[in-house]
């Protein structure tokens, strides 16, 4: 098989087996994978970014995706006036005192001649300045938790819709590129003080700082209401309820033999998907265009020869740092899709295992390097890990079909067949890694 025909061929395949899910169980079924695919599809382009372009190796991908979520809850959800009035401005004013604290220790030990009086007047500073900022920020916090928690207990976010904030749909679409600000500017600071460390090196430190990110949305509870989520986003979609009261829409249904309940969940899933698809093809289509310019080409000297290319004159520092921030701005805008189509924010379930160890597995079976193989990447192993464990189920009932129900050994397979898909992914990158070390479409 050539290389040009390999990622055609693979999107047929991709094609073929959305296809056969929804003839075998059901075009709801299909649609919940496609739209996952389609996000996943774009943390892979932004992961792909940053290693295949660069040689950069990101694991804190998990804490770049939370961040789009968080984005997501501050600009779609409405405000909670009551948190406001309580404690609002509480946490804004430690904030900024927050914030003079480090740019008055900043500004003394940049102005203050070097000796002892500027480590004292410095250490002075951080200090009284830390006890102000916790005094006022934490009254603040303390304010607005207790209004009503079981419900609200935080500040709530932009959506000045009020009541009607549900009708405000199109505020979470803003909330996706914001969601990629929000990363980009965590990716700043990351990069600020990471990327100058060796590979392994920037390993830990950006998953050390994704968990970090992860603990701070499970505890602050005025920010994101902590590990008791936040539901009930509003959606730049129809909702299935407004449509099955629809009589036009009912009677399109009817037209199509469709009941008015399935209708109206297929038609909310394919509208998500239509703006997933256009996000990644608008994306796809910049990245695309990233690398077959000078910048991609100086992106990937620099990846392939660091010395060479710092020799040639090129800021190999900074044209990480750049990449760097690209790439985590793509995850983010995933993130932020991902929080919208789950309809909230739940900080507990960000794990490692899905978000970033998932996520690398797709860049390096789809061709890191090639922003086609990280797409179709995505794609296929969103479907696999989705699919492997109802497959795994039905191979494992038909090898004990013979064995006595009950008996010790048909229990522990059936069991087993739970872990089916982190063996599953394992075997798949082993063969991959194998037969073809480049990927399923290797970088040209």
Known sequence: MTDSMRAP???GLVIALLVGTGLVQGWNATLTILNYGLISAIMALGVNLQWGFAGLFNVGIMGFVALGGLAAVLIAMPPVPEAWSA??????????LGAAMIV????????????????IAVVAILLIGFFVFRAVFDTG???????N???????GGLNFGMENYRDWGWMTIIAWPVGGLLAAGAAW???????????????????????IIIAVLKNEDWLSRGVKNVSGLPRPVPYETDLQNDPSFVERAASFGLDPTMASTLYSKMGYAILFAIFLAV???MAQRALNSPWGRMMRAIRDNEVAAEAMGKDVTGRHLQIFILGSAIVGIAGAMMTTLDGQLTPGTYQPLRFTFLIWVMVIV??????????????????LWVQVEPMGLALIGFITSGMADGSFMKEHLTEGAAHMRLLTMGVILLLVLRFSPRGLVPEK
Do not use: C, Q
């Not at 008055?104 to 480590?119: L, T, Y």
């Not at 928690?149 to 500040?155: C, R």
């Not at 990351?190 to 994704?210: C, E, M, Q, V, W």
């Open 9 to 11: 061929l693979l999107l």
């Open 87 to 96: 404690g609002g401005m509480h946490i804004l004013g430690g904030l900024a």
């Open 104 to 119: 008055g220790a900043v500004m003394a030990f940049n102005r203050m001649a070097k000796g002892w009086p500027r480590g």
């Open 141 to 147: 916090v303390d304010l607005v938790e207790s209004v």
């Open 149 to 155: 928690p079981a419900g609200t207990g935080y500040l």
């Open 189 to 211: 600071i990351i990069g600020k003080t990471a990327l100058g460390l060796r590979s392994d090196y920037l390993a830990i430190a950006t998953l050390g700082i994704a968990e």
């Open 283 to 285: 994306l796809l289509w």
């Open 366 to 383: 789809g061709g890191s390097g090639n922003n086609f193989g990280a797409v179709l990447g995505g794609m296929l192993i969103w479907w």
